[in-house]
């Protein structure tokens, strides 16, 4: 759902709150209203609509008022006609019309089928003494029975407080053709004059709770992304899993959440991470390519976002002790990190294998405090690592938080740790509309094992479907060496750690070993929501061999200076063979930092 | 009537033997069953190795390793048991996770079972509103018993759904924990086992998890309608072979 806020007076107030990125920002041109706007409007952003609102003004003062300020919409708050905004229509043609209705306890909605080929939009209003800006709510279960389809703004005294109604509301029938939430006096400190941190929380939240329901591509009500998702999960595990399930979005929605999390993001983690034009690397392939520094974090590498995000969301739940699998370690370390932050138990599983080749990684986690346990079953690599924190998930039932380090598993973890990574594209929204002009870029690249970092960077854009996403995974000696972790290539739909996906396995449904020289991308199932991504084709899915990850890492060192993770390094080697226009505008979301991969790097290359 | 439901209505408390089918060789599956119906057995449980046991300790994850290693495969396990109803007339239940059923086919996979004469199926990572809303009716049409777990952190409420959604019995697990990892029942478990039978549910219950010996077999069917032993066993035959299986048997039920 999009965003309006109204009632905008003062020049620096709406300034600030254009850089919250509303999706439409509203001036009053109607003389008795407290909110009556006699200043010029500052130039904003062209991602927000201007909308000018007017009560049974002349046609005239409407068509000159749009004129003079540049305005994308009108809003028609009187009793204005049909024939009135028939001509209106015909005088502004590209200007979007917005009808207002005020609703209380009951409404006539034949009075609108008239309107229907003469507005964008409705919008609907508290009935109250002034039209317009009473401050409270109508009963929303009237519009149950909205006959139309036409899309519609809902407003009326909506406030922080009636988010949680929102959220409800946003989920039910009645909420279909709901386009846009309008807000005005419940964020003011005087009329016209909006609270800046009130509104940023409230836009922030807004997103959180309404943003499952609207978007197609992410995750439905059942914790489903399309057909994969869900929890299949032995009955040991379901008062776990489901406390966390009824938990989550409330807990995340919390002011104080909000607080702590993006407080840490910032002064702990290092964010925001640059988005760096790489002009070099751009030149030699011809054309425009942002890197999104998820290596500068702490750690080294995206995972630290979603640990710091669910080390929060165990303490809100009381655990006392905190259990993560790893492969290469990475997410090992940034789950050590954040439990000695909050001095807490930390119990990482390891495959015995992985310790074996991971020594730095291992003794990070231990110098942090952790105990690392060898997964001795199996293959004795991340799968195992992974089936082991789950066993010991069901034996420690109570005192226990598990933090997944992927958008793998059962349901809510998915969702969850797309939500904590989705930092990455909103930042990226903000940072290419400063360089770009726009929030949208072409295309989005990044690599894909489980895929965090993948769904961080998509998570913006996953309705978007003009920004082409593009997923890369580890295709090791090639896809069909026999060696490979190219799970779209290679999988079939499947059930592995809870979640139903696209899996590696025998014909026999026996889960099989993948292989990347990339440890972190060495998982042989994907995350639903890639699966999904896969199967709707949504997302492109291009394949990388070791040997072209090593060489577009390398390059990478040379050209810009910076020596990615060999997991990055994959997503780099997407430009060696497929072509992208000149004006092409690409973020490549480089996931983490070469220290940890220097082994590997000088055995390749023997350095 | 379901072979299970008309064990259920026998006047004794039930044993039931869990072994992982093509293991210790991949061809002992019948053997295994014939002579467990002979000791005395009331219910057998063959399970269906899975690469990723998520609810097994160390015992059963490396009889399941080694079984598929002797190349044991669904198909290959409904060739064994082709012929078994010629020989053997106790229940039999199939206990496996449920990627390879769902590779093999839902559907297809209940059909073989109704052919061959299995009774019910135990799927710990089938979820109940899973079931519910996809499988039931394929369950039903094949004249298969669905069971379900609970355990002692599972709610009132669950267990009622639970106990209605149920045909056959329930699975109580003992304890939070995977299989294998318990030596005897503390008080806590008998205040589960007593909360539970305090609830007159309708569907009868079996205790599975911890029982390895007469005394906590005797524990657990103090409050219940039987027990199921399974790491217990493959140590066992582990150690011992599967020559002798009453030596197993006699000692539990003495």
Known sequence: ?607 | MNRINKKLQEDKKLLSIYFTAGYPSLNDTVSIIEDLEKNGVDMIEIGLPFSDPLADGPTIQKSSSQALKNGMTTAKLFEQLKDIRKTVSIPLVIMGYFNPMLQYGVDAFCKKCQEIGIDGLIIPDLPVNEYKAHYKETFEKYGLINVFLITPQTSNERIAFIDNMSNGFIYMVSSASVTGSQSGFGDEQTEYFKRISDMNLNTPQIIGFGINNAETFKQATTYTKGAIIGSAFIKYITENGIDNLGAFTSKIKS
Request: net charge negative.
């Open chain 1, 1 to 607: 759902m999009k965003l309006k806020v109204c009632g905008m007076k003062f020049t620096e107030n709406i300034e600030a709150i254009a850089s919250l990125q509303p999706d439409y920002l509203g001036f009053i041109f109607y003389d008795k209203s407290a909110r009556f706007i006699s200043s010029e409007i500052p130039n904003l952003p062209k991602t927000i609509k201007k909308v000018g609102v007017f009560v049974n003004a002349s046609e005239e003062t409407v068509v000159t008022t749009v004129l003079e300020h540049n305005l994308q919409a009108v809003q028609l708050h009187g009793k204005e006609s049909v024939d009135y905004c028939k001509s209106i229509k015909k005088q502004l043609p590209d200007i979007e019309i917005i009808k207002v209705f005020s609703v209380k306890d009951e409404f006539n909605f034949d009075v609108l089928a008239p309107f229907e080929s003469v507005c964008d939009f409705f919008l609907f209003d508290t009935k109250g003494k002034l039209p317009g800006g009473n401050g409270y709510t109508f009963n929303w279960n009237i519009l149950e029975n909205y006959p139309s389809t036409k899309p519609y703004f809902l407003s009326g005294g909506l406030g922080i407080s009636e988010l949680e109604n929102i959220s409800e509301f946003s989920k039910s029938k009645a909420s279909k053709y709901c386009y846009a939430i309008d807000v005005n006096s419940k964020f003011e400190t005087q009329p016209g004059l909006k609270d800046f941190e009130l509104v940023k929380q409230f836009k922030q939240q807004f997103a959180v709770n309404t943003i499952q329901h609207t978007m197609s591509y992410n995750i439905n009500d059942k914790g489903y992304y399309g057909e994969f998702g869900g929890a299949y999960i032995p009955e040991m595990l379901y008062p776990n899993v489901e406390e966390l399930r009824q938990n989550y979005l409330k807990i995340m929605a919390e002011p104080s959440f909000q607080e702590e999390f993006n407080q840490l993001l910032k002064d702990y983690v290092g964010r925001p991470s640059p988005l760096y034009f790489a002009k070099r690397l751009s030149e030699k392939y011809n054309t425009k390519i942002y890197l999104k520094r998820e290596d500068l974090n702490h750690t080294g590498a995206h995972k630290i976002n979603n640990t710091v995000g669910q080390i929060l969301m165990a303490k809100r739940l009381g655990k006392k002790r905190i259990i993560a699998e790893t492969g290469a370690g990475q997410h090992g370390v940034a789950t050590a990190t954040v439990c000695a932050l909050m001095g807490l138990e930390c119990i990482v599983y390891m495959g015995e294998i992985d310790i074996a080749r991971q020594a730095p990684n291992v003794a990070r986690m231990k110098m942090l405090g952790a105990t690392v346990i060898p997964a001795l079953s199996g293959s004795r690599t991340l799968k195992d690592a992974t089936n082991e924190a789950i066993r010991d998930w069901i034996n420690n039932p109570v005192n226990t938080h598990y933090i997944i380090g992927s958008v793998v598993g059962p349901h809510p973890y998915p969702d969850m740790v797309a939500r904590f990574q989705s930092v990455v594209s909103q930042e990226i929204e903000w940072q290419l509309q400063e360089k770009e002009g726009r929030t949208k870029p072409d295309h989005v690249i990044a690599c894909v094992g489980g895929g965090s970092n993948a769904a961080g960077a998509f998570y913006q854009y996953l309705d978007e479907t003009d920004v082409n996403l593009i997923a890369v995974e580890a295709a090791g000696l090639g896809v069909n060496s026999g060696e490979s972790a190219a799970t779209s290539a290679l999988g079939k739909e499947g059930i592995i750690h809870g979640s139903k996906t696209l899996l590696m396995q025998t014909d026999d449904g026996q889960i099989t070993e993948p292989y990347s020289i990339s440890a972190g991308l060495d998982y042989p199932g994907v995350g639903p929501m890639h699966a999904n991504l896969f199967a709707t084709g949504r997302a492109e899915f291009i394949s990388i061999t070791d040997d072209e990850a090593m060489n577009a890492g390398m390059e990478l060192c040379k050209l810009e200076g910076i020596i990615p993770a060999i997991e990055s390094s994959h997503a780099l080697a997407v430009f060696k063979d497929r072509k992208f226009k000149p004006e092409d505008v690409i973020v490549l979301n480089l996931s983490g930092r070469g220290d940890k991969d220097l082994q590997n790097y000088i055995d390749y290359f023997k350095i």
